[in-house]
């Protein structure tokens, strides 16, 4: 039987796809990966060895709104990605002026929106580590 072997990348559709680049790369600090030809444009970037976030410019009428009901909250879909240095993160968001959930449940993370309001967190390393 055939087994996942691990989550190797998603796909976040951009109505306009520079201010995300500029926002994964300059903010959360993502390298840029080669990318194979397509006929649309994107970038890939790398989130650890082996993992990846696509963006993809999206075709005009492909999606016409989001699938949240949650816009305004941190209860919402989301992808998370752990970080070495979470309160490096929130300064480089303070900085960046980036509204974000500080620590919302008591743990060690952060909620906060991409700019085309996309939910993401980022969560300490320790909270995984076993203890």
């Known amino acids: 039987m ?5 989550l190797q990348h998603f ?5 306009d796809l520079e201010p995300m680049h500029d926002f994964y790369v300059n903010t ?7 990318r194979l030809e ?8 790398e989130t650890g060895a082996g993992h990846h976030i696509h963006l993809s410019k999206l075709r005009d009428g492909h ?7 949650n816009e305004d909250t941190y209860m919402d879909h989301h992808f998370g990605l752990l970080t070495d240095n979470l309160q490096g ?9 980036i509204p974000f959930h500080d620590e919302p449940y008591g743990y060690p993370q952060i ?6 309001n996309n939910l ?3 969560a300490s390393a320790e909270m995984f580590e076993k203890k």
């Open 63 to 69: 999606v016409t709104k989001s699938i949240s009901e």
């Open 111 to 116: 909620f906060f929106r991409d700019p085309e």
């Open 28 to 34: 959360l600090g993502l390298p840029e990966l080669p």
């Open 89 to 97: 993160m929130k300064e480089r968001l303070r900085e960046r002026g």
């Open 2 to 6: 055939a087994h996942i072997k691990l």
């Open 38 to 45: 397509f006929p649309f444009p994107g970038y890939w970037l």
């Open 120 to 122: 993401i967190e980022i």
């Open 11 to 15: 796909s976040i559709y951009c109505r």
